[in-house]
Each structure stands twice: as structure tokens, then as C-alpha cells.
């Protein structure tokens, strides 16, 4: 699906940081088919990926200690009215609004129970060009340590609301003006000890056996063997520096 504009509150962008940003795209180029040219070095060297034409996903330098991750942007309409929302709800701001030349505005924060988001006030960048398509991010999902503690958090900041399944593993589908947007579910009891509360990127991909192991091949590990849900045949996998990150076969039936 081609996008040219995102509704304020809608998931619009993902990046992620890496120790080596050039080793980062052969990898992602391999994984996905995704072209990451050499960024400017005004704003580090950030790489801006595209897939059939179209702008995909970023990349920059890794600014934080520890095993690098993926990022999650929400559209906003202002990046600083966004921010004193989530400080007023509980939240805590780790990267204060800024701009990014045209670009746009960006911020992150934590949420109360630690889960970190980005948002995106777009300028000349409205955001991914491409999603929900093979190699293009399709989801974005909070592992929470309380549920409703999430959904009263992020309805405060974007208006978002929540509907939780039954069933031994609840999952929660997030949505905005009746459109399904994002999903949260209870960090899973066999998750790494430990692990807090995080916002983690779904890549959609035509065959996931195929691309599983493709990134093996390439480095990357899997962390959660391929099996199928409602939506479709998904895997946790990380890359060759331990990003963590999910690839889906969506079910066509859905789409």
C-alpha cells in the first residue's frame, strides 16, 4: 500500500540505530530488498531506505549503549503539544522536540511503565511511502506489564482505545476514530527475564520460512520459530547485531 499522508495518531515510521550503519544496510537490502543510500552527514550519516521507490524505513548510527532496536513514530499534528500530553499522563520525555532540517519534528518519551515511542511531526517527510507490502513494516505492537495501565496511558497522548480478547493469551487491538491501528498484548511469561515493557516493529514478507531462513543466512538469529496466528505465519527474529524484530506472510483472507 502506497501512503502519501498519515491521520495525527496513526504509526507512520520506523528506524533503528546500528554500530555500523553501512554492515546495517547490506543486511536489510539482503533481508528485505530495501535501497539505503548514504545519508547526509549533517544529521550523522542517517540513511533513509526505500523499497520500490518509495521511502520504507531509517537507519543511523547507534546512540545508546546495549543491543541496538527498532523504533516506532507516531504522526502527530505538533511534536511539542504531543509531549506535555504524555508528561501530563505519566509520562517521561527522553528526547525533547526538535526539528529535523524540512524533514519535520520528532520527540520520544517513555511511557509510565517504561516503554519507549517515538512521534513525527511531518514536514517534507510524511513518512513510510510503502507499507503493509512485502519488506515494508505492517505493525506495531507494545509488550506492556499492564494492559489497561497502557491503553488509559496512550488514549490521554493520541486518542487511541482499546479492545481485549479472551483467552489464555489476551491480545488487545488498538484503534483510532474505529480503524485498527496497533496492538498491545501482556509481556509473555516466556519472554527473557527481565525484559521491560517495548514497542516492537512487524515486517510484513511474501513467505516466512523463506525470509527466516534468508536471515539466518545472512547473520541474524531467530528467537521465536515460525508459527501461524489469525493474522498470518510470523517469526521474532533479530538481526546480526541483536535487533529484535518480528517478520509476517500476512493471511491474504485479512487483507
Known amino acids: 500500500m502506497h501512503m502519501d499522508a498519515y491521520a495525527p495518531g496513526v504509526p507512520s515510521w520506523v528506524d533503528i540505530g546500528v554500530p555500523d550503519i553501512q554492515a546495517g ?5 539482503a533481508l528485505f530488498g530495501w535501497e539505503c543510500p548514504e545519508g547526509d552527514p549533517e544529521f550523522g550519516g542517517y540513511r533513509v531506505c526505500t523499497l520500490n521507490g518509495r521511502t520504507v524505513a531509517g537507519m543511523g548510527p547507534q546512540q545508546s549503549p ?7 513514530y507516531v504522526n502527530v499534528t505538533s511534536a511539542d503539544d504531543t509531549v506535555a500530553k504524555a508528561v501530563a499522563a505519566g509520562g517521561t520525555v527522553i528526547v525533547p522536540a526538535l526539528d529535523v532540517g524540512p524533514a519535520g519534528r520528532m520527540a520520544f518519551f517513555a511511557d509510565p511503565l517504561g516503554a519507549v515511542i517515538g512521534v513525527w511531526q511531518a514536514g517534507e517527510h510524511p ?18 506489564s499492564d494492559v489497561p495501565r497502557s491503553i488509559e496511558f496512550y488514549g490521554a497522548v493520541f486518542g487511541w482505545s482499546g479492545s481485549t480478547s479472551d ?5 488487545t487491538d488498538v484503534s483510532l476514530d474505529g480503524r485498527t491501528i496497533a496492538g498491545m498484548m501482556p509481556i509473555p511469561p516466556n519472554a527473557p527475564p527481565g525484559m521491560p515493557p517495548n514497542w516492537g516493529v512487524y515486517f510484513a514478507v511474501g513467505d ?4 527466516v531462513a534468508r536471515l539466518e543466512a545472512l547473520g541474524g ?6 508459527m501461524d496466528i489469525e493474522p498470518g505465519r510470523f517469526a521474532v527474529v533479530s538481526d546480526p547485531f541483536g535487533a529484535v524484530f518480528n517478520v509476517i506472510a500476512l493471511n491474504p483472507a485479512l487483507s
Do not use: H, K, Q, R
Open 221 to 226: 538469529s531467530v528467537l521465536m520459530a515460525a
Open 167 to 171: 483467552g489464555p493469551m489476551p491480545y
Open 127 to 144: 513518512g513510510a511511502g510503502i507499507v503493509n507490502e512485502p519488506g515494508a513494516f505492517c505493525w506495531n505492537e507494545l509488550l506492556t
Open 208 to 211: 516466512t520460512d523463506d525470509a
Open 66 to 72: 546495549g543491543p541496538p532496536y527498532w523504533s516506532s
Open 25 to 29: 544496510a547490506d543486511f536489510y537490502s
